[in-house]
């Protein structure tokens, strides 16, 4: 069964430019999370889908970050204007589906690393 | 003060060595997930536990929910388990997670 796919692994812009990165699930995974892990800390969630729909956003910085998963299977999280801040990897993880009050399993992709200079 | 907790943040070892690693959390949860980080940024799940103790080949991880700690134990650790490893937390279908300890383990 293949992984989570991400890319660009990797990604080195200046600041004030646009990027985006695409985050391909596991086949039948219903629900995908964005995270971002900035350099010494764990992961935080930036937005989670429920097939194309939005389940939570409330940590996504919505001035400059927007995301979308149109179809319900691939996603795309852009970045419009990048700061400096902006630096670190980039995770997506889908899990199997979303049950009121349970918790799936959810599977990493290999993160894309952001470096804004 | 973060919901969980992880000490030490960073742990080198000898080859050979029992390593230990642990976790604290603050809030409700249904489940601990213990949670490896290579370099290159994937992240696979070792355990997850909701009572007791589990057990994978030289892992165990450990759990007392009274207490709200939780243990994770490397046995005759081995260069290849160099890695971060990252203690998370579920109540309902998101992970809370804490910042990673970094374990290099030299030959």
């Known amino acids: 069964e293949a992984g989570v796919a991400q890319s660009p692994r990797y990604k080195i812009i200046e600041k004030r430019q646009s990027v985006a990165f695409w985050c391909n699930p596991i086949s039948g995974h219903a629900t995908l999370y964005w995270y971002q892990q900035i350099l010494g800390q764990g992961p935080k969630l930036l937005i989670q889908?429920?097939?194309?729909?939005?389940?939570?956003d409330s940590q996504l910085p919505k001035d400059r970050f927007s995301a979308e998963r149109l179809k319900g299977v691939d996603s795309t999280l852009k970045i419009q204007p990048a700061k400096l801040e902006d630096s670190a990897v980039y995770l997506c993880?889908?899990?199997?589906?979303?049950?009121?009050?349970?918790?799936?399993?959810?599977?990493f992709g290999p993160g894309t690393r952001l470096t804004v200079l | 003060k973060n919901e969980v907790e992880q000490s030490p943040q960073n742990l080198t070892a000898q080859e050979g060595e029992f390593i230990t690693i642990n976790c604290s959390y603050s809030?409700?949860?249904?489940?601990l997930h213990w949670l490896q980080q290579h370099p290159g940024g994937g992240i696979v799940s070792l355990f997850m536990l909701s009572s007791g103790k589990k057990k994978h080949g030289r892992l165990i991880a450990t759990i007392n929910i009274q207490e709200k700690h939780s243990s994770l134990h490397i046995t005759a650790s081995h260069p290849r388990d160099s890695a971060v490893y990252i203690c998370?937390?579920?109540?309902?279908?998101?992970?809370?997670f804490g910042t990673g300890t970094r374990l290099q383990v030299f030959p």
């Open positions: 993880a889908s899990s199997l589906s979303r049950l009121a009050g349970s918790y799936n399993e959810q599977f």
């Open positions: 998370a937390v579920s109540d309902t279908d998101k992970l809370i």
């Open positions: 889908f429920q097939n194309n729909g939005v389940v939570d």
């Open positions: 809030v409700g949860i249904s489940a």
